[in-house]
Every structure is written in C-alpha cells, then in structure tokens.
C-alpha cells in the first residue's frame, strides 16, 4: 500500500495519481484489482448509492458502515473515507468524537473535509490527533443550497485568489492532500504549482497531479445525471440490464434453470421416499 509520503514523491516526480471513489466490498475490489491507488468513500454515497438528491442526508453510521464494507474489498489500497454534512463544524470534542470513530472503525488512512475557513483549524485539531487529513475546495457538495447549485466556482480573479489562499492555508494545517472540484483547468494548473502536496482534482483539468471520479459515473452504473467533466469509461448499466433481461426471459420459456444447474436424489432414497 501505498503511503502519504509516496503521494507526495508522485508529485515531485511527475507520476499521475489515480483516485476512485467505491461505496461496498465489490466495487473495492474491483477497483484495487484494477490498480486504483486511492480509494474514497466519499459521501456521493449518498446520491449514487443510496438515492438521496444530494449529500446531506449521508450520516457518520452510513459512512461507517460503507467504509468498514469498501475496506474488506480492498486491504491493500490506500482508504480515505469523507466526513459527512455537519459532523465537523461544531466543537472541537465533537469533531474529534466523529472523526476518531470514523477513522478507527473503518480502518481508513485517512478523512477528507469540505472547506477552508474554521475548517482550516479543524484540520490542524485532526492532523494533531494523528488523522491524516485531505482537504476539499472548490466546488463543495455539502454547501450546495448556501452556494445554490453545482457550479464552477473560482472564475473570478478574487475567488481564484481566495482559493489559492485556502489551499495553501489547508497545506500549512496539516492536509496532506487537496481535492479540487469543478474550477476553471488554469485555477487548479496555479492551485498545484502554489502547494507542495499533491492536488487531486475532479472538473478540473489535467494540471493538477491526479484524477479522482465517481465509481458509478465512471463505469455507467445507475440511472443518474452523469456532469460534462466524466468520460463514462465503460457502459456497465447496459451490461448488467441486459443479463437481467435475458434472465427473465429465460425463467419465462423454461430454458433456466438447465439440467447441469439441478441437483439430483439417488434412485434408491426416491424408491425409499415413495414405495
Ligand atoms: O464524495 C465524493 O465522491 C467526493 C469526490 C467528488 C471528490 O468527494
Ligand atoms: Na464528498
């Protein structure tokens, strides 16, 4: 497995760094067997797994409980799992409540938060504590209905310049990761440039020193909106529903189950059963 230390190597040697988001054993273990070096349980469980219209109903028992499962599919690859909506903005003691129960049952390498701001210090509480902390700008799914909608954020001289100033304070804090998502390709060129740690990005061009997706996005698995910045890479949907589809046909003219899927009585335990 790979260690934060290697992350940061990636960075000064130029090698890309690949993230993936999984939810549950399976897509774990997929995703490790395909040479993903980062997985996140990110709360998008909440909209691709679980249905929710947004991440705010995503709980600390939700990410608990797909975490532990995405940490049995994959033993091997570097787990980051996301602090839910509202479980870091309160007091310090219930931050570290909620992170240090996220961090030990899962078995995660590391917890990723939304936001600068009074999150800045927050990461500072949590690094100190010996949780290692990616941090999460630009576009922040969790602040969608204060931001009121999912839009490109940092297109303006002075947002772009607060951004910056965010990433570089969330490296000073302890980060030693940053996820930027959905800004303009030359913020996110400058947001990598400007911080020594490596910068993940999603909706953000190929400046920066990784990729990370959405699973279901990725690989078409599910019914949902898929935004401009995914390249669907595989159409799994379609694979799966077909083999449904053929399944119900098959069950329905009688060709499934077939003679080498039965299971068979002797003849004398039938002579035994009925004379
Ligand atoms: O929850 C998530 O999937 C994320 C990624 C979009 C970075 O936070
Ligand atoms: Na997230």
Do not use: W
Not at 40 to 46: F, P, Q, R, T, Y
Not at 58 to 84: E, Q, S
Not at 105 to 120: H, Q, R, S
């Amino acid at each position: 497995m790979k260690s934060t230390l290697d992350f940061i190597k990636m960075k000064k040697t130029g090698e890309k760094i690949v993230m993936m988001t999984a939810y549950d054993y399976p897509s774990a273990k997929i995703s490790e067997e395909a040479g993903i070096e980062i997985i996140l349980v990110g709360d998008s469980l909440g909209m691709v797994v679980l249905g929710y219209d947004s991440t705010v109903a995503v709980t600390t028992d939700d990410m608990i409980h797909h975490g532990k499962a995405t940490r049995r599919g994959a033993k091997d690859t570097f787990l980051v799992v996301d602090m839910p909506f509202g479980t870091y903005h309160g007091s310090g003691d219930r931050t570290l409540v909620e992170a240090v129960r996220i961090f030990q049952e899962t078995g995660a390498n590391a917890l990723k938060l939304e936001g600068a701001g009074k999150v800045i210090e927050t990461t500072r509480l949590l690094t100190g504590t010996g949780i290692p902390i990616v941090a999460h700008l630009g576009l922040l799914p969790q602040s969608v209905a204060v931001v009121g909608g999912y839009k490109v954020q940092g297109k303006t001289a002075e947002a772009a310049q607060q951004l910056i100033d965010d990433a570089i304070a969330c490296q000073e804090a302890g980060a030693f990761m940053i996820v930027l998502e959905c800004i303009p390709y030359q913020l996110a060129e400058k947001v990598s440039a400007a911080v020594g740690v490596p910068v993940i990005g999603i909706g953000a061009g190929a400046g920066t020193d990784g990729q990370v997706l959405v699973y279901h996005d990725t690989v078409k698995y599910g019914s949902h909106h898929i935004p401009k910045f995914v390249e669907a890479f595989a159409d799994s949907g379609t694979v799966i529903r077909d083999g449904l589809k053929k399944y119900v046909k098959s069950v329905k003219d009688g060709s499934f189950p077939a003679e080498h899927h039965r299971f068979t009585m002797k003849e004398e335990e039938l002579t035994a059963l009925y004379g």
